[in-house]
């Protein structure tokens, strides 16, 4: 069996593609499957050497702008071309995973595997992290031709899949919350599971202990899109830091090749803020992702609820995997388990007074949080293994069918081409 990862934003170590990417190939590797993958064009010399990863892609999701009727058609047409070129002498993938799909992709990928019947069409496992519009809510009036797009471009996948009705079932796809997959469904009357997407599982963590008392550290960290609310911190923890004497802050934040890159004062400010406020804004590698992460008695996510109405975050699913508590804008649906369990306080206001109360409100039910939070680890589970699985088992399934339906039609010929001859009386 042959799996190929496909994902055009894989660009620089650390972060959610790399991470994706990273813990796909581990389970991958435990199962005997040989893998591939294609990223970006850009990608650093550590993600070509450390993941194998071929450079192909010129576009991703991030580079769009939605401004232009004609771009979702050129961006189909330099995907796809670059698609071809990549997989131009690689043998047929038996498995395709798409870590983090959009409707360019999903449409690059429908016309290659028309153009190329060289055999059975190949299963597709894919995550749908945000919207069509990946800036904005799915609700939003101004996400209206990206839906038509998004509609179009599944309609050629499922085609070129031969998924219709009745037939084998060879498209699984993802969503990382209910609100997104229920959108989803909707748009294109396709089954959707609710899993979050890959991501590390970080080697020797455990549950985290609670830890009551006056010292606590709060990590915020993630690439510093406008929508993750950094320009908020610097005020905030200014006013934390003056009511609440025993707190430390680790804020890590990257701008380069994000839509915040005229935003470098505001870690400027935080910079600013002295010795309680440590800032990164380096890509972390994986193990200095998870000492931060083991560092954290809380983790802040000040982002925008209008954006993340339904979209999930990495960052909220390994909390909750460790056992750390949150502080999350009110209406985020990634954060409403937590919510909802006792372990998450809501940022109300979306200002940066509104962060400040948020914080202090959680300083202040610091072990009852960390309680609540504690069970909710020991309760969640990591299922990739389990749909890793599942997408492995329809593969071997449907080899195993084939194969025995060619070894059916082959004696069958046989038959035909040497009748028994029946012996006189």
Same mark, same amino acid.
């Not at 599971?193 to 915020?220: D, F, H, M, N, Y």
């Not at 800032?279 to 992702?289: F, G, I, S």
């Not at 919510?339 to 914080?359: L, P």
């Given at each position: 069996?042959?799996?190929?990862?496909?994902?055009?934003?894989?660009?620089?170590?650390g972060?959610?593609h790399?991470?994706?990417?990273? =813990? +796909?190939?581990?389970e991958?590797?435990?199962?005997?499957?040989?893998?591939?993958?294609?990223?970006?064009?850009y990608?650093?010399r550590?993600?070509?050497?450390?993941?194998?990863c071929?450079p192909?892609?010129?576009?991703?999701v991030?580079?769009?702008?939605?401004?232009?009727?004609?771009?979702?058609a050129?961006?189909v047409?330099?995907?796809g071309?670059q +698609?071809?070129?990549?997989?131009?002498?690689a043998?047929?993938a038996?498995?395709l995973?798409?870590? !983090? !799909?959009d409707?360019?992709?999903a449409?690059a990928?429908?016309?290659? +595997?028309?153009?190329?019947?060289l055999?059975?069409?190949?299963?597709?496992?894919?995550?749908?992290?945000?919207?069509?519009?990946?800036?904005?809510a799915?609700d939003d009036p101004?996400?209206a031709?990206?839906?038509?797009?998004?509609?179009?471009?599944?309609?050629?996948? =499922?085609?070129?899949l031969?998924t219709?009705?009745?037939?084998?079932?060879?498209l699984q796809?993802?969503?990382?919350?209910?609100?997104?997959?229920?959108?989803?469904?909707?748009?294109?009357?396709?089954?959707?599971e609710?899993?979050p997407g890959p991501?590390l599982?970080?080697?020797?963590?455990?549950v985290?202990a609670?830890? #009551?008392g006056?010292?606590?550290t709060?990590?915020?960290?993630?690439?510093?899109?406008?929508?993750?609310?950094?320009?908020?911190?610097?005020?905030?923890?200014?006013?934390?830091?003056? !009511?609440?004497?025993?707190?430390?802050?680790?804020?890590?934040g990257?701008?380069?090749?994000?839509?915040?890159?005229?935003?470098?004062?505001?870690f400027?400010?935080l910079?600013a803020l002295?010795?309680?406020v440590?800032?990164?804004?380096?890509?972390l590698?994986?193990?200095?992702y998870?000492?931060?992460? *083991?560092?954290?008695d809380?983790?802040?996510l000040p982002?925008?609820r209008?954006?993340y109405k339904?979209r999930g975050?990495?960052?909220?699913t390994?909390?909750?995997?460790?056992?750390?508590?949150?502080?999350?804008t009110?209406? !985020?649906?990634? *954060?409403?388990? *937590?919510?909802?369990?006792g372990?998450?306080?809501?940022?109300a206001?979306y200002t940066?007074?509104?962060?400040?109360?948020?914080?202090?409100?959680?300083?202040g039910?610091?072990?009852?949080l960390?309680?609540?939070a504690?069970?909710a680890?020991? *309760?969640?589970?990591?299922t990739?293994?389990?749909?890793?699985?599942?997408?492995?088992d329809a593969?071997r399934?449907?080899?195993?069918?084939?194969l025995?339906g060619?070894?059916?039609?082959?004696?069958?010929?046989i038959?035909?081409?040497?009748?028994?001859?029946i #012996?006189?009386?």
């Amino acid at each position: 069996m042959r799996a190929l990862i496909i994902d055009p934003a894989l660009r620089s170590k650390g972060g959610h593609h790399y991470n994706a990417v990273l =813990r +796909l190939q581990r389970e991958m590797s435990k199962l005997g499957i040989a893998f591939s993958c294609l990223g970006s064009a850009y990608a650093d010399r550590e993600v070509v050497r450390d993941l194998g990863c071929k450079p192909a892609f010129t576009k991703s999701v991030y580079g769009r702008d939605y401004a232009d009727a004609g771009e979702f058609a050129r961006n189909v047409a330099e995907t796809g071309r670059q +698609l071809s070129q990549a997989l131009r002498w690689a043998p047929a993938a038996d498995l395709l995973i798409l870590p !983090c !799909c959009d409707q360019v992709l999903a449409m690059a990928v429908a016309r290659y +595997l028309k153009r190329r019947r060289l055999g059975s069409a190949p299963h597709v496992l894919l995550w749908l992290l945000y919207g069509p519009h990946h800036r904005t809510a799915t609700d939003d009036p101004s996400a209206a031709a990206a839906n038509i797009e998004c509609s179009e471009a599944f309609a050629n996948l =499922r085609a070129s899949l031969n998924t219709g009705a009745g037939s084998e079932r060879r498209l699984q796809a993802h969503c990382e919350t209910p609100a997104m997959a229920a959108f989803y469904r909707a748009l294109l009357d396709l089954d959707i599971e609710i899993t979050p997407g890959p991501g590390l599982v970080l080697a020797g963590q455990t549950v985290r202990a609670e830890k #009551p008392g006056s010292a606590a550290t709060v990590v915020c960290t993630g690439f510093a899109n406008r929508p993750k609310g950094y320009r908020l911190l610097p005020a905030a923890i200014e006013h934390v830091l003056q !009511c609440h004497r025993h707190v430390t802050f680790l804020v890590h934040g990257i701008v380069d090749g994000s839509d915040a890159e005229d935003e470098q004062s505001t870690f400027d400010r935080l910079s600013a803020l002295g010795k309680r406020v440590v800032v990164r804004q380096d890509v972390l590698a994986e193990e200095e992702y998870a000492a931060w992460l *083991a560092r954290a008695d809380l983790v802040l996510l000040p982002y925008d609820r209008h954006v993340y109405k339904t979209r999930g975050s990495g960052v909220f699913t390994e909390a909750q995997r460790l056992g750390i508590p949150v502080i999350a804008t009110e209406g !985020c649906a990634f *954060a409403q388990p *937590a919510f909802e369990g006792g372990w998450g306080v809501e940022i109300a206001d979306y200002t940066s007074d509104g962060v400040a109360r948020a914080a202090l409100a959680a300083l202040g039910r610091l072990e009852e949080l960390s309680a609540r939070a504690g069970i909710a680890a020991r *309760a969640a589970s990591d299922t990739l293994d389990i749909v890793l699985g599942d997408a492995v088992d329809a593969v071997r399934i449907r080899a195993a069918a084939g194969l025995a339906g060619r070894a059916r039609r082959l004696i069958g010929r046989i038959f035909r081409a040497r009748p028994f001859a029946i #012996p006189d009386a």
